[in-house]
């Protein structure tokens, strides 16, 4: 009962800070069909930008997260303005500026802060027993703030005006442009939200995973296999598929320890059936192809 | 013979700045070892740069022409890395039988992969096909008996005693197969039909099949051929290097060749070998010393340079310079040097 109780706290942490990641990844591509792959390297800057206000300037926790957020928000609106929005029309080119800028994300920060192992300090202490088990009370807020977080992206998307243009421009930006939605406008806060969630994903697990600035890759992957996992440009795919990653993970630590590091192979496993099943994912559409 | 290659040199080659830089190019690496003495470090370099170059031009190849955008071009590097590491390691066969049978292996390997791969498409393609040298990495991690895990395959054979002599293989290696995809990419082509298939099937497959084009077979074909090119750099790789190691099927090893690929200028066959030129050699030669600025800071450097190259140049450098040196005749497409006035061949006005 034990080892279930904390497979379940494992799966939930895991698949939440996963869903957060895969859904901004995917809200992004299902936007303006950038595959970005320097979305981890926000959330790698984001972990950095809570150990660095917290422990290196010990500021309080709420100046560190409001700060952290706005900055790695504002950073990536100005990557995409800057950068990305000026390739936009030629995929592979956006491809090669987000590893470009990945990297250089990386290397900043092996420069500043050397690749030493950190860790930011949590934000609350003690522990608390759930399910048979004793859990730190760090992971029960990781947790609820990306259950909070998860039910206000469901609500901006389904309830704003602002939602119903971000899912009217994915679906169709010429028809969206006649409709009176600015494109271009949509576009750069799609981006700021997909950013956002970044960033909450990494303040959320800073105290928990180790800091270093290769801390990007392991999660892309899985954010990639996840978001083909439910479909592109579906966020509730997104969830559901990185629960689905998150368990088959956890699934093997637990039963395999040794063989730990076959986890993403049965990860990968997992995702390769599926597309194999249902070329599309689970809840995405196939594109149709752009004929002229 | 010899006439018929002069006349075509003083015909298509001469009045083309391109066409007449990359013959040069190809001169001056065959020449400069003779005359100019090169360091072993240097010589090394260059040899990966072959290989490399080769890698990078199957991946255009595969994901450029054809358009089946492959993110795990890896996998046929690594397959065909480690099949002639371990034919050495068990059976004690010289890299002379070796790396023919690796890069059958990766062959196989490729159409294997498309088997799966022909009922998806676009990004579905790409992310799948990155899973697959992944799970093989795992694989060769799990059975760390067989193929020494972490560590790799140690105390491989060089394909030749000096360094001169594994660089000139290597070179004469990629330049046969880079001349091959060359012939089998050229659109214009009248012997060979692939170039246009291919061309085809990127821009609009249902239209492809419409005409009568059976597309499976040439994406199956599409997919062998980068897997043989790429399977042959990847058994050169580790036999040049002495070791065969996981590092051979990792991402960033996929992701190398995206990158060389559209920094020098994809669906060209000259880009790619621009981009390894420009991003590995010089990055390479730069790099010595390690306690210069440059040296330390190697990828930091390298990724301002791509982004801010790619800002002006978001086609890729090749693509660029040559948009930049040659124009193409508006009546009958033959290309042109941009300082002409009138067209070669027919007189048409290019302006």
Same mark, same amino acid.
């Given at each position: 009962?034990?080892?279930?109780? #904390?497979?379940?706290?494992?799966?939930?942490?895991?698949?939440?800070?996963?869903?957060?990641?895969?859904?901004?990844?995917?809200?992004?591509?299902?936007?303006?069909?950038?595959?970005?792959?320097?979305?981890?390297?926000?959330?790698?800057?984001?972990?950095?930008?809570?150990?660095?206000?917290?422990?290196?300037?010990?500021?309080?926790?709420?100046?560190?997260?409001?700060?952290?957020?706005?900055?790695?928000?504002?950073?990536?609106?100005?990557?995409?303005?800057?950068?990305?929005?000026?390739?936009?029309?030629?995929?592979?080119?956006?491809?090669?500026?987000?590893?470009?800028?990945?990297?250089?994300?990386?290397?900043?920060?092996?420069?500043?802060?050397?690749?030493?192992?950190?860790?930011?300090?949590?934000?609350?202490?003690?522990?608390?027993?759930?399910?048979?088990?004793?859990?730190?009370?760090?992971?029960?807020?990781?947790?609820?703030?990306?259950?909070?977080?998860?039910?206000?992206?469901?609500?901006?998307?389904?309830?704003?005006?602002?939602?119903?243009?971000? #899912?009217?421009?994915?679906?169709?930006?010429?028809?969206?442009?006649?409709?009176?939605?600015?494109?271009?406008?949509?576009?750069?806060?799609?981006?700021?939200?997909?950013?956002?969630?970044?960033?909450?994903?990494?303040?959320?697990?800073?105290?928990?995973?180790?800091?270093?600035?290769?801390?990007?890759?392991?999660?892309?992957?899985?954010?990639?296999?996840?978001?083909?996992?439910?479909?592109?440009?579906?966020?509730?795919?997104?969830?559901?598929?990185?629960?689905?990653?998150?368990? +088959?993970?956890?699934?093997?630590?637990?039963?395999?320890?040794?063989?730990?590091?076959?986890?993403?192979?049965?990860?990968?496993?997992?995702?390769?059936?599926?597309?194999?099943?249902?070329?599309?994912?689970?809840?995405?559409?196939?594109?149709?192809?752009?004929?002229? | 013979?010899?006439?018929?290659?002069?006349?075509?040199?003083?015909?298509?080659?001469?009045?083309?700045?391109?066409?007449?830089?990359?013959?040069?190019?190809?001169?001056?690496?065959?020449?400069?070892?003779?005359?100019?003495?090169?360091?072993?470090?240097?010589?090394?370099?260059?040899?990966?740069?072959?290989?490399?170059?080769?890698?990078?031009?199957?991946?255009?190849?595969?994901?450029?022409?054809?358009?089946? +955008?492959?993110?795990?071009?890896?996998?046929?590097?690594?397959?065909?890395?480690?099949?002639?590491?371990?034919?050495?390691?068990?059976?004690?066969?010289?890299?002379?039988?070796?790396?023919?049978?690796?890069?059958?292996?990766?062959?196989?390997?490729?159409?294997?992969?498309?088997?799966?791969?022909?009922?998806?498409?676009?990004?579905?393609?790409?992310?799948?096909?990155?899973?697959?040298?992944?799970?093989?990495?795992?694989?060769?991690?799990?059975?760390?008996?067989?193929?020494?895990?972490?560590?790799?395959?140690?105390?491989?054979?060089?394909?030749?005693?000096?360094?001169?002599?594994?660089?000139?293989?290597?070179?004469?290696?990629?330049?046969?197969?880079?001349?091959?995809?060359?012939?089998?990419?050229?659109?214009?082509?009248?012997?060979?039909?692939?170039?246009?298939?291919?061309?085809?099937?990127?821009?609009?497959?249902?239209?492809? #099949?419409?005409?009568?084009?059976?597309?499976?077979?040439?994406?199956?074909?599409?997919?062998?051929?980068?897997?043989?090119?790429?399977?042959?750099?990847?058994?050169?790789?580790?036999?040049?290097?002495?070791?065969?190691?996981?590092?051979?099927? +990792?991402?960033?090893?996929?992701?190398?060749?995206?990158?060389? +690929?559209?920094?020098?200028?994809?669906?060209?066959?000259?880009?790619?070998?621009?981009?390894?030129?420009?991003?590995?050699?010089?990055?390479?030669?730069?790099?010595?010393?390690?306690?210069?600025?440059?040296?330390?800071?190697?990828?930091? /450097?390298?990724? /301002?340079?791509?982004?801010? /190259?790619?800002?002006?140049?978001?086609?890729?450098?090749?693509?660029?310079?040559?948009?930049? /040196?040659?124009?193409?005749?508006?009546?009958?497409?033959?290309?042109?040097?941009?300082? #002409?006035?009138?067209?070669?061949?027919?007189?048409?006005?290019?302006?």
């Amino acid at each position: 009962m034990p080892l279930i109780g #904390r497979l379940i706290i494992q799966t939930l942490l895991k698949g939440g800070v996963y869903g957060l990641l895969a859904s901004g990844f995917s809200l992004i591509f299902g936007m303006a069909h950038i595959i970005n792959l320097a979305h981890t390297a926000f959330f790698m800057l984001a972990a950095y930008g809570m150990y660095y206000f917290m422990r290196e300037l010990g500021w309080g926790a709420a100046q560190a997260i409001a700060l952290t957020l706005v900055g790695v928000t504002l950073l990536g609106l100005l990557a995409y303005r800057f950068l990305l929005d000026r390739v936009r029309q030629h995929i592979v080119a956006v491809l090669l500026m987000t590893i470009a800028l990945a990297l250089a994300f990386q290397e900043v920060m092996l420069l500043a802060f050397s690749a030493h192992f950190l860790s930011a300090p949590t934000l609350i202490t003690g522990s608390t027993h759930i399910l048979g088990v004793s859990v730190p009370n760090q992971q029960l807020l990781t947790l609820g703030i990306v259950a909070v977080v998860m039910v206000m992206l469901w609500l901006l998307l389904t309830k704003t005006k602002l939602g119903v243009s971000i #899912r009217a421009t994915a679906q169709d930006a010429e028809v969206a442009s006649l409709m009176g939605i600015s494109v271009p406008r949509t576009l750069l806060i799609t981006m700021g939200i997909a950013t956002a969630l970044a960033a909450v994903a990494g303040i959320s697990v800073a105290p928990l995973w180790t800091v270093y600035p290769e801390m990007w890759t392991p999660p892309l992957v899985m954010v990639m296999v996840i978001v083909i996992l439910g479909g592109l440009g579906s966020t509730k795919g997104s969830f559901i598929g990185a629960f689905i990653i998150a368990l +088959v993970e956890n699934l093997v630590i637990f039963f395999m320890p040794s063989g730990s590091y076959l986890a993403t192979v049965f990860a990968l496993l997992a995702m390769v059936i599926v597309l194999v099943v249902r070329p599309a994912g689970l809840f995405g559409t196939i594109f149709e192809e752009e004929r002229l | 013979m010899l006439r018929r290659l002069l006349k075509n040199f003083r015909f298509s080659v001469l009045p083309v700045p391109g066409r007449l830089i990359a013959v040069i190019f190809f001169a001056a690496l065959f020449i400069i070892p003779l005359i100019l003495p090169i360091p072993p470090y240097h010589m090394l370099v260059l040899t990966f740069t072959c290989i490399f170059a080769m890698f990078a031009v199957s991946w255009d190849l595969l994901s450029g022409y054809t358009g089946q +955008v492959n993110f795990g071009h890896a996998l046929f590097f690594g397959v065909g890395a480690y099949c002639s590491a371990l034919l050495h390691k068990y059976l004690g066969w010289q890299p002379g039988v070796t790396i023919p049978i690796g890069a059958i292996v990766a062959t196989f390997t490729g159409v294997v992969t498309c088997f799966p791969a022909l009922r998806l498409r676009g990004p579905y393609l790409s992310l799948l096909t990155m899973a697959f040298p992944l799970m093989l990495l795992g694989m060769v991690i799990a059975f760390k008996d067989i193929t020494g895990g972490e560590y790799g395959i140690m105390g491989l054979p060089p394909i030749a005693a000096t360094g001169t002599a594994q660089y000139y293989i290597c070179l004469i290696v990629m330049t046969v197969a880079v001349l091959i995809m060359w012939k089998l990419t050229d659109a214009g082509s009248k012997y060979v039909r692939t170039g246009l298939i291919f061309h085809a099937i990127r821009e609009d497959e249902i239209a492809a #099949r419409a005409s009568g084009i059976n597309t499976i077979r040439y994406k199956l074909l599409a997919f062998a051929i980068g897997g043989l090119f790429a399977g042959i750099a990847g058994a050169l790789y580790v036999h040049v290097l002495g070791i065969a190691g996981p590092s051979t099927l +990792v991402m960033t090893m996929s992701f190398q060749a995206v990158i060389w +690929v559209a920094f020098g200028g994809i669906v060209s066959i000259y880009g790619p070998i621009v981009g390894v030129l420009i991003l590995y050699t010089l990055l390479h030669f730069l790099g010595i010393g390690g306690q210069t600025f440059i040296g330390k800071n190697q990828m930091l /450097i390298m990724s /301002i340079v791509v982004i801010l /190259i790619l800002l002006f140049m978001p086609e890729g450098v090749a693509v660029w310079v040559r948009n930049k /040196i040659e124009r193409e005749c508006p009546r009958c497409k033959l290309t042109n040097a941009a300082w #002409r006035k009138e067209c070669r061949a027919c007189g048409a006005n290019l302006h």
